[in-house]
T-cell receptor
Framework: LAKTTQPISMDSYEGQEVNITCSHN???????ITWYQQFPSQGPRFIIQ???TKVTNEVASLFIPADRKSSTLSLPRVSLSDTAVYYC???????????FGSGTKLNVKP | SQTIHQWPATLVQPVGSPLSLECTVE??????LYWYRQAAGRGLQLLFY??????ISSEVPQNLSASRPQDRQFILSSKKLLLSDSGFYLC???????????FGPGTRLLVL
């Protein structure tokens, strides 16, 4: 399993764009990158997933460079309700084991 | 649409007592099911996963066990709880191996 490295915490202000970068130097050919969001006392919620280049959905964008050794989750114009822990996972295709690190605690200030 | 339920939401148990946490999924068939534990301020630790009825894979040796008596039911059990079993227990499901996992609301367990 490829391990991931994320910043422990980040601060931002409402209305700003937030970029959280994750390092995964040992990512394998069959691995893809998934991000989850977790609020206190709740289960993680799937945000976005990608294999390479750029993926965008209604809540976030995911940027993956050509070497795939890192990825960046981009949250446009955050609000106070985006305060949460964000987990970056590298998931092996057709494999059941998800490794959740400690995640990045994002604190959005007014 | 699919939904996942866990109960109880919170539980306080004395050391040495038994445990049974239940997870059920609605709106899908033959899901992969997972049990995770999360210590305070930490990431999630995969405990068990199941790809079908009666099929359980254990990831971490401990005094917990899991069972899947029905297609969409996953149970986490212990015969004798330890203080170290305290934590936030999460059940999740996915369509297949490596697919996106969807989590339940969790059960907070405090062993005293």
């Amino acid at each position: 399993l490829a391990k991931t490295t994320q910043p422990i915490s980040m601060d931002s202000y409402e209305g700003q764009e937030v970029n959280i970068t994750c390092s995964h130097n040992n990512i394998a050919t069959n691995d893809y990158i998934t991000w989850y969001q977790q609020f206190p006392s709740q289960g993680p919620r799937f945000i976005i997933q990608g294999y390479k280049t750029k993926v965008t959905n209604e809540v976030a964008s995911l940027f993956i460079p050509a070497d795939r050794k890192s990825s960046t989750l981009s949250l446009p114009r955050v609000s106070l309700s985006d305060t949460a822990v964000y987990y970056c996972l590298v998931v092996e295709y057709n494999f059941n084991k998800f490794y959740f690190g400690s995640g990045t605690k994002l604190n959005v200030k007014p | 649409s699919q939904t996942i339920h866990q109960w109880p939401a919170t539980l306080v148990q004395p050391v040495g007592s038994p445990l049974s946490l239940e997870c059920t999924v609605e709106g899908t068939s033959n899901p992969n099911l997972y049990w995770y534990r999360q210590a305070a301020g930490r990431g999630l630790q995969l405990l068990f996963y199941s790809v079908g009825i009666g099929q359980i894979s254990s990831e971490v040796p401990q005094n917990l066990s899991a069972s899947r008596p029905q297609d969409r039911q996953f149970i986490l059990s212990s015969k004798k709880l330890l203080l170290s079993d305290s934590g936030f227990y999460l059940c999740a499901w996915s369509v297949g191996q490596g697919e996106t996992q969807y989590f339940g609301p969790g059960t907070r367990l405090l062993v005293l």
